[in-house]
T-cell receptor, first 117, second 118 residues
Framework: AQKVTQAQTEISVVEKEDVTLDCVYETRDTTYYLFWYKQPPSGELVFLIR??????QNEISGRYSWNFQKSTSSFNFTITASQVVDSAVYFCALSEALTGANSKLTFGKGITLSVRP | GAVVSQHPSRVICKSGTSVKIECRSL??????MFWYRQFPKKSLMLMAT?????????EQGVEKDKFLINHASLTLSTLTVTSAHPEDSSFYIC??????????????FGQGTRLTVV
């Protein structure tokens, strides 16, 4: 069975601070995919990144960066120089495939990030 | 980019009535769509996998007679909450991935439907 753990539930930072959101996963599959989504107060889910299990390179996209550590089954997300607009709930998710029924996502419980001005 | 449109975004209904939620892939075909439910300040829980032209696959604990799913075409899946009760009040979100696209396409989510049963 797959499981995604986001141990942090709520994080509050002051604007311009860096913040790291943790994600630990469990799966028996050798091939799997990890995701991060952002859910602003409006409710829609915004795709941020997908990473497959064979690609352990860290990725940077603007102020966002992701650290995939297969050895510790973690896929952490860092926001550098946070902004008020980053305030949202962030979900880490896992799937065992990208197509068909097995592409369903298992979500963590989400982390509510509040960035104060 | 690919878009999934979900309608309505918000609905209030009386107990005992049924509500239909539509999920459309606007510029791609999706043989598989997923329906998730999210309680306030909670995670998204998969309810069912919607398969075009066949019966949906429901997750354990989800009543298939209460949450009717129809996936009649490659671009439309519907979720009908039958005989709704206040405990069905929740945020329902669908997702779809391009069936004909590359393996690397991500799943797109609808905007979600906030259902309130009074």
């Amino acid at each position: 069975a797959q499981k995604v753990t986001q141990a942090q539930t709520e994080i509050s930072v002051v604007e311009k601070e860096d913040v790291t959101l943790d994600c630990v996963y469990e799966t028996r599959d050798t091939t799997y995919y990890l995701f991060w989504y952002k859910q602003p107060p409006s409710g829609e889910l915004v795709f941020l990144i997908r990473r497959n299990s064979f690609d352990e390179q860290n990725e940077i996209s603007g102020r966002y960066s992701w650290n995939f550590q297969k050895s510790t089954s973690s896929f952490n997300f860092t926001i550098t120089a946070s902004q008020v607009v980053d305030s949202a709930v962030y979900f880490c998710a896992l799937s065992e495939a990208l197509t068909g029924a097995n592409s369903k996502l298992t979500f963590g419980k989400g982390i509510t990030l509040s960035v104060r001005p | 980019g690919a878009v999934v449109s979900q309608h309505p975004s918000r609905v209030i209904c009386k107990s005992g009535t049924s509500v239909k939620i539509e999920c459309r892939s606007l510029d791609f075909q999706a043989t598989t769509m997923f329906w998730y439910r999210q309680f306030p300040k909670k995670s998204l829980m998969l309810m069912a996998t919607s398969n075009e032209g066949s019966k949906a696959t429901y997750e354990q604990g989800v009543e298939k007679d209460k949450f009717l799913i129809n996936h009649a075409s490659l671009t439309l899946s519907t979720l009908t909450v039958t005989s709704a009760h206040p405990e069905d009040s929740s945020f329902y979100i669908c997702s779809a991935r391009d069936s004909l696209g590359t393996v690397n396409t991500e799943a797109f989510f609808g905007q979600g439907t906030r259902l309130t049963v009074v």
